[in-house]
């Protein structure tokens, strides 16, 4: 890998089994989630309401957004991917435990696999799949994989993994073990039944969009230098879209307690500082789960316009009343 001090690696400089130089931990504070609830919107109630949490979950400390803590991940793994063209999609994402206020967070990234791609114009590039675990002070966290675009500075690498595509959902009823022992009985109770879809009627507009990826420890380049973007516009990192998909899915859910798994999370397509977005929420399947539901949903945002435009499909598994 290449000193700090460089931009970032190329797809060379990458070797399978390596280990990414981590980017400092981070010890979370209330103030984040402040900024997070001000940057997405997100009313997740637990970690809106002190008291709520506590009665619901026997704590007398403080939840720290469950979405604020998968970007605080995701931007610890970025000294991989500063010269990232994309982040192609993330899967097999399991959240392992919540998080209270206080803790820190660390985070290793280490390659999986490599795939050389087809050169675009003059430009060579290189699929680099990425392994993530996450760990706080009372242990694991978070575990998953994610898949970027780097560019190469030229072909022949001979790098040919087979790399997988976003994971298929699994059994619901596998990851009831990953439920919190919580008393949701406090939480209003969902009555959303499998198929149906909730369309959110607030739409929104991406704006904070550098103070989000700057917050985050994220290091691509595309994400703060409009230089390297796309058209010479500075690509909005697609974990902000996923962010403000969730705060919709607070809206629509107001019993969502804790966010267990994501089957998958795949950016169609990419996003700018204003556009405005509109979600909808389909509940694909149910389990009973403790004393509540686990809810498998698939999760859209779309771009509103004249012609409008699809930019995420989100499929996570969240845990409700």
């Known amino acids: 890998m290449v000193p700090s001090h460089e931009l970032g690696p190329f797809f060379e400089d990458f070797t399978p089994g ?4 981590p980017l400092p ?102 699929k680099v799949w990425l392994g993530i675990r996450t760990d706080a002070d009372a242990g694991p966290v978070l575990a998953y994989e994610r898949c970027a675009l780097i560019p190469a500075r030229a072909g022949g690498t001979g790098h040919a993994d087979d790399i997988p595509g976003p994971s298929e959902p699994g059994d619901l009823a596998d990851l009831i073990d990953a439920v919190p022992g919580w008393d949701l009985s406090s939480l209003p109770a969902e009555d959303w039944t499998s198929g149906d879809v909730r369309v959110d009627p607030l ?21 703060r230098d409009a230089t390297t973007g796309p058209g010479g516009r500075r690509l909005v990192y697609g ?48 389990c009973a789960a403790g004393s509540g539901r686990l809810l498998r949903l698939e999760t859209t945002a779309t771009i509103v316009g004249d012609e409008p435009s699809t930019v995420l499909r989100w499929t996570p598994v969240v845990w409700a009343r």
Not at 49 to 75: C, N
Not at 252 to 261: E, F, I, L, R
Not at 267 to 272: K, M, N, S, V
């Open 18 to 21: 390596g280990v990414v130089p």
């Open 203 to 223: 739409r929104d507009h991406i704006d904070l969009a550098a103070p989000f990826a700057r917050s985050t420890f994220n290091q691509a380049a595309v994400h």
């Open 25 to 126: 931990s981070l010890t979370l504070t209330e103030a984040d989630n402040t900024w997070y609830r001000a940057v997405t919107g997100d009313q997740h109630a637990l970690v809106a309401d002190a008291g709520l949490y506590s009665s619901v979950s026997g704590s007398s400390g403080r939840l720290a957004h469950p979405g604020l803590v998968m970007h605080v991940s995701i931007g610890q793994t970025t000294n991989a991917t500063r010269r990232a063209i994309a982040n192609l999609y993330y899967r097999s994402v399991r959240v392992l435990r919540p998080v209270e206020i206080g803790e820190t967070l660390r985070t290793t990234t280490t390659v999986l696999g490599m795939r050389e791609g087809s050169p675009k114009g003059d430009q060579h590039r290189g």
């Open 239 to 286: 974990g902000h879209v996923q962010a403000m998909a969730q705060a919709s899915l607070s809206r629509v859910c107001p019993s969502m307690s804790h966010v267990v798994a994501w089957d998958g999370c795949d950016h169609l397509a990419p996003t700018f500082e204003g556009d405005l977005l509109e979600f909808d929420h389909r509940l694909v399947d149910t």
